[in-house]
């Protein structure tokens, strides 16, 4: 059985996503399904745990591959105060927990909601466009 937040148990976390019609709130960040990630171009794109090839993310801004989530502490300092970021990782369990903590320093942070998993469920094949351009740390 799955079980889920509602919304008082979610409004009791630290910084709670935000409903996906509307930028994150300074220290929280938005939770989007894989249409409504797809539709934000603008984000530069951080992997976390995948590799830079990874099908269906080319159209971003910037796509940068990090094996640990603490290496994208290091790609802060390069991005423009206030660039929108976006998280992807497999399932969605490790880049939650990341969103939470970027969430905090001043970016808007949008996290892929389910993970590539999810992504991969819902583009199934339509997207196949690798990440060009991405890079490693």
């Known amino acids: 059985e799955t079980l889920s937040l509602t919304e008082p148990a979610?409004?009791?976390?630290?910084?709670?996503p935000q409903p996906p019609h509307q930028d994150?709130?300074?220290?929280?960040?938005?939770?989007l399904n894989p249409r409504e990630f797809h539709a934000r171009p603008d984000l530069v794109v951080f992997l976390v745990k995948l590799p830079a090839e990874?099908?269906?993310?080319?159209?971003?801004?910037?796509?940068?591959?990090?094996?640990?989530c603490r290496e994208?502490?290091?790609w802060l300092p390069r991005l423009a105060t206030g660039q929108p970021i976006g998280l992807v990782c497999r399932d969605?369990?490790?880049?939650?927990?990341?969103?939470i903590r970027l969430s905090r320093?001043?970016?808007?942070v949008f996290h892929l909601a389910?993970?590539?998993?999810?992504?991969?469920?819902?583009?199934r094949g339509a997207v196949a466009s690798p990440a060009?351009?991405?890079t490693t740390s």
């Open 10 to 16: 979610m409004s009791l976390l630290p910084n709670p």
């Open 24 to 31: 994150p709130a300074p220290g929280s960040y938005c939770e």
């Open 54 to 68: 990874t099908p269906g993310f080319g159209h971003f801004k910037q796509v940068i591959a990090v094996d640990e």
């Open 72 to 74: 994208v502490d290091a």
């Open 92 to 99: 969605g369990g490790c880049s939650s927990r990341l969103a």
């Open 105 to 108: 320093l001043g970016h808007p």
């Open 114 to 123: 389910g993970g590539l998993w999810e992504w991969n469920q819902d583009f």
């Open 132 to 134: 060009q351009g991405a």
